[in-house]
């Protein structure tokens, strides 16, 4: 008996390891202990993932096996990383700055082709396909250290956009490359190769950024309330647009980028969704990507000969000053700083993926030999070694100089209060405010709700109370800290102004107020009454429709309400709300107030982009109608002195807008007094 529970025991632990549960246990371990011990040496938690990889892997201590368990989650992190790259581009400032990605991917495509090619030719006696497909190897590279630029908050700097938009250059370009060289080899390079390539391209391209956005935006706005579903949408979408890059004849990876594009305005960089799916491509499925690239490399190659040395040497030597030249005539040619340099150098240099597809595939067709295959596996690790601490590096330095030159906070510590008066609403109250909150405040956002003093008073109190909490568990999976406050008062009103004083509310996000019945006239009082006594930034919302399905933001802005003084902190929400959504702005004004609007952005140092008319609408509410269309986000900025005139159940503004556009999302702000 003793015996069989000792053999039982010792089988489980042979090597390579086969039990699931054993295999997936100690993957965990690595990802959960790999970022803490190497962290106290100040080593990017990437490079313990590909250490891990290669003292576990085959070619280590053959702990574990390359199995198809493996390959799987190891893809599903690969292609997690593009789509996380596409999906956090600023595609606003993507689009300004779009011929500086194109420079980038041709020099980041064509200098280290020009390096490569002919160390590969002339100095190791390469044939000249083989010198080729070696040398567009060069060209490729896998944004393996995009996670540290992610964790560090810096994922919108203009480096980084100008690189995440020349890796899907580059590497599509040497995809094409390769596929141009197997139909050589094959003898199908001919005019029907071409015409099926494009043919193909053009139905993927159509697809994912045509018919999917269409079909998020209609299954976001049905299925608003099932967050869960959310999450696997956008898993679906991605592994589908992974797919027909397949079909279409290019890699997945661009596929998972390009779903990445396609759902970008869809999903706020600051939205739930968007943490979810963060947190779980950064805990589990990135990290198995890192072990399987570190499962790869065998450094016994290094003592296989001085052949083995020499190409392997000669690789990793080209591969980073190839790269490293790319970066600098990028920085010379854009005027960028050193860190910024080092930057894009820390971001393009690692090579992995589409490097490793290429060399496998050329050594499955005979066309690249043993040395050139166990020399990149070590080009694989050296470099990806070398981006991580450029990357990281690059990174603390570039915070640093935000913090030390960043604008001056108008307020340092912003206090966001939302008054509850329909529950119903409560979860889209709780979304504008998350994408309105300052990652620098951390105060909670408050959400208030107002019991009525009555003899059912305590009892309703538990119910506001109950309610409130559920909201807070579900800004939780944004890692949003809420309070919730339950109180009791004679008047709604007074309880609102009460509480917003005792907490020190800057800004106060409230429901739109109707005036159907007779509570919810009475409602509409509880506005009058905060626009008329409430000191905070007040922001009154009307919502058709999910916030990510807008297409535009309508920005009036009318001659007597500039209030210079306090004009960039209202500003600040709205350009934020742009960013978030990848919106324009389109901003009626006069001449006097744009020139207010474009000193209060250069303040900010601020990259949105407004698109000026001076058509002066306010005057006549009907002339706006004519330009608002049915998916745009409608702001507009009143001065509550003059609104106070017209304080009865509901402000004469609000009355007018609600009439003219009863389908549109309508936000008011009443800006600090």
């Known amino acids: 008996m003793h015996t069989n529970i000792f053999d039982h025991i010792t089988k489980q632990f042979q090597l390579p390891f086969t039990n699931p549960v054993l295999i997936f246990s100690l993957l965990l371990f690595i990802i959960l202990i790999a970022p803490i011990l190497l962290g106290r040496i100040k080593i990017p938690g990437i490079v313990g993932f590909i250490i891990a990889g290669i003292l576990i892997g085959p070619n280590g201590f053959n702990i574990l096996k390359k199995n198809s368990a493996i390959e799987l989650f190891a893809t599903i992190g690969l292609l997690y990383i593009m789509f996380i790259a596409g999906i956090e581009l600023d595609l606003a400032e993507f689009k300004k700055k779009k011929h500086k990605s194109f420079i980038f991917g041709f020099l980041t495509f064509a200098v280290p082709i020009l390096i490569g090619f002919p160390v590969c030719y002339y100095l190791l006696h390469y044939s000249l396909l083989t010198s080729i497909l070696t040398a567009s190897m060069f060209a490729t590279h896998t944004l393996v250290a995009y996670p540290i630029v992610n964790k560090f908050g810096i994922a919108k700097n203009e480096a980084v956009a100008v690189t995440v938009g020349g890796t899907i250059l580059t590497d599509t370009a040497v995809l094409i490359i390769l596929a141009v060289i197997m139909g050589s080899v094959e003898g199908e390079l001919n005019s029907s190769f071409w015409i099926q390539l494009a043919i193909s391209l053009t139905i993927f391209t159509a697809t994912v950024f045509i018919v999917i956005p269409k079909i998020a935006k209609w299954f976001f706005t049905k299925l608003e309330s099932e967050k869960t579903s959310h999450y696997i949408f956008v898993l679906s979408v991605v592994f589908f647009s992974a797919f027909l890059a397949q079909l279409a004849g290019i890699e997945p990876i661009i596929g998972a980028f390009v779903a990445g594009l396609a759902l970008n305005r869809l ?36 003592f296989r000969g001085p052949d083995a040395l020499i190409v392997a040497g000669a690789l990793t030597v080209v591969a980073i000053v190839g790269k490293y030249f790319s970066a600098t005539l990028t920085q010379w040619i854009f005027k960028y700083t050193k860190n910024q340099r080092l930057l894009i150098f820390g971001l393009s240099s690692a090579h992995a993926a589409a490097t490793l597809a290429i060399i496998l595939v050329g050594y499955q067709a005979k066309i690249i030999d043993d040395n050139i295959l166990n020399g990149t596996i070590i080009l694989i690790l050296v470099t990806c070694v070398f981006a991580s601490f450029a990357t990281e590096k690059a990174s603390r330095n570039i915070v640093s100089e935000e913090e030390l030159t960043g604008p001056e906070m108008i307020q340092n510590q912003e206090n966001i209060l939302i008054p509850i008066a329909d529950f119903n609403n409560m979860n889209t109250m709780l979304d504008l405010a998350v994408l309105f909150k300052d990652k620098n405040s951390d105060q909670p ?33 944004n890692d949003t800290m809420v309070k919730v406050i339950a109180t009791l008062d004679h008047n709604v009103s007074s309880g609102v102004l009460r509480i917003a004083k005792e907490k020190s509310a800057n800004i106060i996000i409230s429901g739109w107020p109707r005036k159907n019945t007779v509570i919810d006239k009475f409602l509409g009082d509880k506005s009058a009454a905060l626009i008329e006594n409430s000191p905070a930034n007040l922001f009154i919302l009307h919502l058709h429709k999910p916030i990510t399905v807008h297409t535009s933001i309508q920005l009036v802005c009318p001659p007597a309400y500039l209030m210079e003084k306090n004009m960039q902190v209202w500003l600040a929400k709205v350009c934020k709300l742009s960013v978030e959504l990848s919106l324009s702005v389109d901003c009626f004004c006069d001449e006097s107030t744009k020139k207010h609007i474009e000193h209060a952005l250069l303040l900010m140092k601020s990259s949105v982009s407004f698109k000026f008319d001076s058509t002066e609408i306010w005057k006549d509410w009907r002339k706006l109608k004519e330009r608002i269309m049915p998916d745009d986000f409608m702001i507009v900025v009143l001065d509550r002195k003059l609104e106070t005139t017209y304080l009865l159940s509901l402000t004469y503004t609000q009355r007018k807008l609600e009439h003219l556009f009863e389908s549109q999302t309508k936000l008011l702000i009443y800006p600090q007094l």
Do not use: C, T, W
């Open 267 to 302: 999903i706020p960089h600051s939205s739930i969704l968007m943490n979810r799916i963060e947190f779980v491509g950064n805990a589990l499925f990135i990290p198995f990507f890192l072990i399987s690239v570190g499962m790869l490399v065998d450094l016994r190659v290094l």
């Open 445 to 477: 956002i408050n959400l208030l709700s107002v019991v009525p003093d009555s003899d059912n008073a305590q009892a309703n109190l538990l119910i506001a109370r109950k309610k409130l909490n559920d909201s807070a568990k579900y800004a939780s999976g």
